[in-house]
């Protein structure tokens, strides 16, 4: 409780937040002056969480993520449902992608979902005309009066 109390009594926001009178409905303060957020699940459930300070984001993100009892490096939405129910801040989930996307070794081990890029192959050029044809379509353009939205090209490779 002392460190955080520490950190919150030096944040701006959360000063702002706890100096407003009387205090926003959405906030609670404890014997300590510890600032909450009060947040209502769908299911009705109130939940009363401890209102980190910028401070110790990065903190809460190392032992949510990056360690080995808390952490196991997850993905992004398990990391998140892990911490939303212990703390707030604002601009949660973007910070927790923020900081997934930047660890190295998630960067290192994880494999990547994106589809591997094709190969070029080079092609011999034609020796002469209609040997070799390109085709490709453009589109969607204007429709018209018959109902056609795309072209397609076929365009001979040696003319």
């Known amino acids: 409780y002392d460190t955080l109390l520490l950190h919150q009594n030096q944040d701006p926001v959360i000063q702002k937040i706890k ?6 409905l ?5 014997d300590h002056r510890i600032l909450y957020k009060l947040i209502t699940r ?3 459930q109130v939940l009363q969480l401890p209102y980190v300070p910028a401070s110790l984001i990065s ?9 080995t009892f808390n952490g196991g490096h997850y993905g992004i939405r398990r990391t998140f449902y ?4 212990r703390f707030f801040w604002p601009h949660m989930y973007k910070d927790i992608e923020q900081h997934i996307l930047s660890c190295l070794n998630c960067r290192k081990t994880k494999p990547s979902r994106r589809k591997p890029d094709g190969h070029l192959h080079s092609i011999a050029p034609p020796r002469g005309v209609w040997e070799r044809l390109a085709m490709d379509y453009v589109g969607p353009v204007p429709q018209s009066k ?4 795309y072209f397609l ?7």
């Open 42 to 44: 769908r299911t009705g």
């Open 19 to 24: 100096s407003a009178s009387p205090l926003n």
């Open 82 to 85: 892990k911490i939303r129910d």
């Open 26 to 30: 959405q906030y609670t303060l404890d």
């Open 146 to 149: 018959s109902g056609n939205k």
């Open 59 to 67: 903190q809460v993100l190392l032992t949510y993520h990056n360690s």
């Open 153 to 159: 090209v076929l365009t001979d490779l040696f003319s």
